[in-house]
């Protein structure tokens, strides 16, 4: 089974900028689809954006799509979220997820592992 621990959250300004980082150890890395979420303050944890186990393949929710770049490495068994433009709307914790295809992972159905989550809080 794969664990996966995240880091690289923090408080920034709007407009501002934060790379997210979530670190896989255990089962091969390579093997898995990932993805990142988010869970707001008093609401559900919803899909922020999923990767291919190669890269090859890169999916967005709306509210994010030409502000968050999804991105991994699996040499470094890491996957990356490198958000841009911050709005106060984005702040959340951020979780990463891994599974076995990237329409797994986009639908939070039956994944494998979730990590502890990432406190992101952008001030407006």
């Known amino acids: 089974q794969v664990r996966l621990v995240e880091s690289g959250g923090g408080l920034v300004q709007a407009g501002g900028s934060l790379r997210l980082s979530c670190a896989a150890s255990?089962?091969?890395?390579?093997?898995?689809?990932m993805g990142w979420f988010r869970q707001a303050p008093g609401k559900e944890r919803d899909f922020v954006a999923a990767?291919?186990?190669?890269?090859?393949?890169?999916n967005y929710t709306d509210s994010v799509k030409g502000r968050f770049t999804i991105s991994r490495d699996n040499t470094k068994n890491t996957v990356y979220l490198q958000m841009n433009s911050l709005k106060s709307e984005d702040t959340a914790v951020y979780y990463c997820?891994?599974?076995?295809?990237?329409?797994?992972?986009?639908?939070?159905?039956?994944?494998?592992?979730w990590g502890q989550g990432t406190l992101v809080t952008v001030s407006s």
């Open positions: 990767i291919s186990w190669r890269g090859a393949t890169t």
């Open positions: 997820a891994a599974g076995q295809s990237i329409r797994a992972v986009q639908a939070g159905d039956g994944l494998d592992a």
């Open positions: 255990g089962r091969p890395f390579s093997t898995y689809a």
